[in-house]
């Protein structure tokens, strides 16, 4: 569904609302509690373009910078122009890949720049970089939440119970690391769990 909406979307042809779009998350995500901003997390923005910005900056980056989020910028293909990139990063935090196939190959170094903003040591992760409440169900004072990439990036559901004061892991030890659990709807009926 997502990707037919994409594909119908009017292609903007050599334009690139770079710091439009920065704005826009800025002013509707990062800053917006009402959206499920934490205003004390440590924020990073990963901007991956084809284009170089053909719009002007209205302080975005000023704006980014006072607020101290990470800014991490991938250029694709050969019509970016690195420079202007650059200028949209934070410190050394500018890619340039050849296609978008390129984006495998860089995950891992990506993954590690965005851990040391957290002053993490290695990769093992445990309620740290989890999105509990991605999906959820109820039944009366029981209310079962997905939390996606909980345990070094597999999810997990919670069971909460009463006023929230009791919170349960509900664990799957075969589960595969990176694995999606959380994120689909699950349902509760009586003392069955149904994921999915």
């Given at each position: 569904?997502?990707?037919?909406?994409?594909?119908?979307?009017?292609?903007?042809?050599?334009?690139?609302?770079?710091?439009?779009?920065?704005?826009?998350?800025?002013?509707?995500?990062?800053?917006?509690?009402?959206?499920?901003?934490?205003?004390?997390?440590?924020?990073?923005?990963?901007?991956?373009?084809?284009?170089?910005?053909?719009?002007?900056?209205?302080?975005e980056i000023?704006?980014?910078?006072?607020?101290?989020?990470?800014?991490?910028?991938?250029?694709?293909?050969?019509?970016?122009?690195?420079?202007?990139?650059?200028?949209?990063?934070?410190?050394?935090?500018?890619?340039?890949?050849?296609?978008?196939?390129?984006?495998?190959?860089?995950?891992?170094?990506?993954?590690?720049?965005?851990?040391?903003?957290?002053?993490?040591?290695?990769?093992?992760?445990?309620?740290?970089?989890?999105?509990?409440?991605?999906?959820?169900?109820?039944?009366?004072?029981?209310?079962?939440?997905?939390?996606?990439?909980?345990?070094?990036?597999?999810?997990?559901?919670?069971?909460?119970?009463?006023?929230?004061?009791?919170?349960?892991?509900?664990?799957?030890?075969?589960?595969?690391?990176?694995?999606?659990?959380?994120?689909?709807c699950c349902?509760?009926?009586?003392?069955?769990?149904?994921?999915?």
């Amino acid at each position: 569904m997502a990707k037919k909406k994409l594909d119908e979307e009017q292609h903007m042809k050599a334009l690139t609302n770079t710091y439009r779009a920065i704005n826009f998350v800025l002013e509707k995500l990062f800053n917006n509690v009402e959206s499920g901003a934490d205003p004390e997390a440590t924020k990073a923005l990963v901007i991956i373009t084809d284009g170089s910005p053909s719009d002007l900056s209205s302080n975005e980056i000023q704006r980014c910078e006072e607020l101290k989020i990470g800014r991490f910028v991938i250029g694709v293909g050969t019509k970016v122009n690195i420079e202007k990139l650059k200028g949209i990063a934070s410190e050394e935090n500018t890619f340039m890949i050849e296609n978008y196939n390129g984006l495998d190959g860089l995950l891992e170094k990506l993954q590690n720049k965005i851990y040391g903003i957290e002053g993490a040591q290695g990769r093992n992760f445990i309620n740290e970089l989890s999105q509990s409440g991605f999906s959820a169900a109820s039944d009366k004072d029981t209310l079962i939440l997905g939390a996606v990439g909980t345990n070094d990036w597999r999810g997990t559901l919670y069971e909460v119970t009463g006023s929230g004061d009791n919170q349960t892991e509900i664990k799957d030890s075969k589960l595969q690391n990176d694995c999606y659990n959380g994120t689909v709807c699950c349902l509760l009926h009586r003392d069955m769990i149904l994921i999915v």
